[in-house]
């Protein structure tokens, strides 16, 4: 490159001009002026990749010196958004590639725009994963995340008449720039067959697994850059192959499917991701999913051990593992096998590094949501785990039997094994048995973790209990999805804030400010008239950025009450019906998110929403005062455009459910303001940017146990408020589904006969806030003022914040800085 410098590590202008070109000419075979936007997108992803891989060398000679205690996370899902933008930023050469484009007339965001984003998770758990990567890397913490590479991420969510129809989500049928496979990296996955216990020639007991099928793994890895750092960590992900890709036998025999058969069955393990953020019982290729992932990458972690020539014994001390969950629990029984079967530990000394290596993270106090595997399915996919299994679980109730002498119930409550019949493996209690620490992601979460589900492991080693209470990265939330609002803070706080949130705090002084207020209006407009370009191309919908943009962007349940913000919506729309010349303060209700596909009350209450909309929408009374929108297909990606236009967030879920949340902490610091229970994270948010800058209403978890305890009779609400019977009745009446009266029924019966998730008791105080809010929206010198000082007092909801207190209580693990050679 001109001053010296390389093409392929060059961070000038020139430099990544030239690189361009070189992989779109050498990389990709065409010329500027035939490439297509994937050829262009790719050549500049390469480009971007070199300046990784430099990196990534530098790291991995890094750490083959230090030698450092690595922190390992293992997740089934991730969520890490599309990479093009984020790298550009954290490489700190967003100008220079802009320019270098620019000059051979290419724009940026055209290539970002086109980038698919890996779809490899659900939600919140899979997105906090994705986040704490970012904030490992960019505090210069030695770190590797494992998972699964799946083939088909999360479904494509289409609204078609209003439902939800789901696509395959082909994500690699251009194939991923990103990655780098690593066939040299690949692991013996067995699972079925049988277990042989045979003494061995010096007379030691030994177990053999006969397994019934061997598959491989193979390492297929991204990676991960710190900001304004030289720390890349890696995404080791694991695709399954056949140990042999075509049976030639098979094939001169003329059975040439039996010739790819065993490639086949074997790639399934990896094909597709499970789309329920709730598990379902007994999916054999679930287990199989989470065995396979689970072995590949401790059998990794072995070979980097043995690398460092310490011994087994020693393995807890050169890696910390983290369970993502119960999803890798099997984790547990895993290094017990390796370490009894391959290393020949004695059961103590193995059992003594397994419970010492592994922490565990709970994301959901929801009784469905706990894995648990029937013993049969179990047996037949990994007989010798359950063997081991038993063994622990032996030897764990001699404990708890030595401990509570007289309290065999308690035993029984502890057992990993649920004897009722059909027999289960409850994965949470092998978790927390074989974990030295267990966390909950937000102080009540945890709080409510010790009461309830896990109160019998609390009551049995409280010293394992912490709280981590999640975080975002601002990054990607604030830096990349909203840079005018990262302009107007370098320019009034400096640079820095970034990396170090509370600095965000210096905002307070400029609160009531006029111009500084005004500049922050003009921030928060030029992100709604993006989005309303966004709304208009994705729905064809018009919405006025004049309007207050009322956001509610999560996964579809109930507990999450979507179906609560439409009671607001129908009740506002009836006061008009009631008087056209209400002056309202004009809303854009906009909603988004997924339903599992197996979900139907989730899919109904996405129905009614697009009925709604179609109903509000055109009602000449209304007269665009009401607009509302489903944004279809929400994701990463959609929620960069999303969070920095809210004017207010909806986290209104019923208290005690949400086990933190992590969007209102997206919205929060993008200057939303929040209406929201006192349920997750929503407690600590409103804790820390002040009571009267959140917009709270309905019963605490205290009250909901207590209201569902005693008798909750929601026909009581429903004839004790109009305004809420008159909601109820119009969707009844069929008026939302074309005077179809039964469409609808279920949604109506469940509220009035269960509402376990206690709407209509929470109904009255949600409109009383609401109205509040309206009140706040007339007052735009209060409202920013509000806007700015949320902002000021997010810092604590940096995932730099997160991480770095699992480094100090759960990892014991250092920085390990990285100069680029
Ligand atoms: C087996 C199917 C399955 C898949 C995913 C899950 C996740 C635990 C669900 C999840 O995403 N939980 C969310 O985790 C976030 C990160 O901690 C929290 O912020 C959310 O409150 C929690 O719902 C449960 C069961």
Not at 632 to 659: C, H, M, R
Not at 803 to 810: F, K, L, V
Request: hydrophobic share 40%; glycine share 6%.
């Amino acid at each position: 490159g001109g001053n010296g410098e390389s093409i392929r590590t060059g961070m000038s202008e020139e430099a990544i001009r030239l690189a361009f070109l070189d992989n779109l000419f050498y990389v990709q075979g065409r010329f500027l002026e035939v490439a297509s936007l994937d050829d262009k997108y790719k050549a500049l992803a390469y480009t971007v990749r070199d300046r990784l891989l430099h990196r990534w060398v530098s790291t991995i000679r890094t750490y083959q010196q230090a030698n450092p205690r690595t922190v390992c996370y293992l997740s089934a899902e991730y969520l890490p958004g599309p990479f093009m933008g984020l790298n550009l930023l954290n490489m700190g050469i967003e100008e220079p590639t802009r320019k270098a484009l620019q000059s051979l007339g290419i724009d940026l965001e055209s290539l970002i725009a086109y980038e698919q984003e890996p779809g490899l998770g659900n939600g919140g758990l899979g997105r906090l994963a994705a986040c704490f990567m970012d904030s490992l890397a960019t505090l210069q913490i030695p770190a590797t995340s494992y998972g699964i590479r799946y083939e088909f991420g999360i479904f494509q969510q289409d609204i078609r008449n209003g439902e939800q129809v789901e696509t395959t989500d082909n994500w690699l049928h251009y194939g991923n720039p990103w990655e780098v496979r690593r066939p040299q990296i690949s692991y013996d996955v067995k699972i079925g067959g049988h277990t042989e216990h045979y003494t061995n020639e010096q007379g030691l007991h030994r177990v053999r697994w006969v397994p019934h099928e061997t598959f491989r793994g193979v390492a297929i890895d991204t990676p991960i850059l710190g900001h304004d750092v030289n720390t890349v960590n890696l995404m080791r992900l694991w695709r399954a192959e056949a140990a042999e890709a075509l049976d030639f036998h098979a094939f001169n025999e003329g059975d040439y499917y039996g010739a790819v058969l065993r490639e086949v069955r074997s790639e399934t393990i990896s094909k597709v991701l499970y789309p329920n953020d709730a598990p379902e019982i007994g999916k054999r290729l679930r287990l199989l999913q989470q065995h396979f992932f689970v072995t590949c990458s401790l059998q990794d972690m072995m070979r980097v051990h043995r690398t460092t020539g310490m011994p087994i014994e020693r393995f807890h001390e050169k890696f910390t593992v983290q369970l993502n969950d119960t999803h890798p629990a099997i984790a547990v029984a895993e290094l017990m096998r390796l370490l009894l079967d391959n290393h020949h530990l004695d059961w103590d000394t193995a059992w003594h590094v397994t419970r010492h290596t592994f922490a565990y993270t709970n994301h959901t106090l929801l009784p469905e949501a706990l894995e648990k595997w029937p013993i049969p399915l179990f047996q037949s996919l990994l007989p010798r785990h359950l063997e081991i299994i038993y063994e622990i679980n032996s030897r764990f109730l001699d404990e708890v039997r030595q401990r509570y002498p007289f309290d065999p119930d308690r035993a029984q409550r502890l057992s990993i094994i649920d004897e009722t019949l059909p027999r289960h493996v409850r994965m949470a209690h092998l978790a927390c048995i074989g974990s030295f620490a267990i966390n909950g992601v937000a102080e009540l979460h945890s709080q409510l973790l010790k009461e309830t589900v896990l109160r019998d492991f609390y009551e049995l080693w409280p010293e394992k209990f912490q709280n981590k209470t999640n975080g975002v990265t601002p990054r990607r939330f604030m830096l990349l999805s909203n840079p005018g609002l990262g302009s107007l803070l370098n320019e009034t706080l400096g640079h820095g804030w970034e990396t170090d949130l509370e600095q965000l705090r210096g905002l307070e002084a400029h609160a009531d400010d006029p111009a500084f207020q005004e500049r922050w209006r003009q921030v928060k407009r030029q992100r709604k008239e993006a989005l309303a370009g966004e709304v208009h191309k994705l729905c064809g919908i018009d919405i006025t950025p004049t309007s207050l943009y009322d956001v509610q962007v999560k996964r579809i349940h109930e507990y999450k009450r979507q179906h609560l913000n439409l009671l607001h919506i129908i009740t506002l729309y009836n006061r008009i019906k009631r008087n056209p010349a209400l002056d309202i303060v004009p809303r854009t209700f906009i909603f988004g998110g997924k339903s599992a596909p197996g979900y139907a009350m989730a899919k109904l209450i996405i129905r009614l929403i697009n009925a709604v909309a179609e109903m509000v929408n055109r009602d000449r009374d209304v007269a665009g005062r009401l607009k509302v929108v489903f944004l279809p297909n929400f994701s990463v990606k959609l929620g960069q455009w999303v969070y920095p236009a809210a004017d207010i967030s909806q986290q209104i879920s019923t208290a005690g459910k949400e086990a933190s949340g992590t969007g209102n902490m997206k919205f929060s610091m993008n200057g939303a303001l929040t209406i929201g229970t006192l349920d997750g994270a929503n407690v600590e948010i409103r804790e820390d940017v002040g009571a009267e800058n959140f917009f709270l209403f309905g019963l605490d978890a205290d009250a909901v146990s207590h209201t569902l305890a005693n008798g909750y009779r929601p026909w009581d609400y429903y004839n004790a408020n109009q305004e809420l019977k008159d909601v109820i009745d119009l969707i009844a009446s069929g008026f939302f589904a074309h005077g179809d009266r039964s469409l609808f029924q279920p949604l109506v019966d469940h509220l009035l006969q269960h509402d376990s998730y206690l709407l209509l008791a929470d109904y009255a105080d949600y409109i009383a806030c609401q109205d509040q809010v309206s009140a706040a929206y007339r007052d735009p010198q209060r409202w920013t003022r509000m806007s700015i000082l949320n902002v000021a007092r997010i810092g604590k909801f940096s995932s730099d914040r997160t991480i770095a207190e699992y480094c100090r209580d759960i990892w014991k693990v250092q920085p390990v800085p990285v100069k680029l050679d």
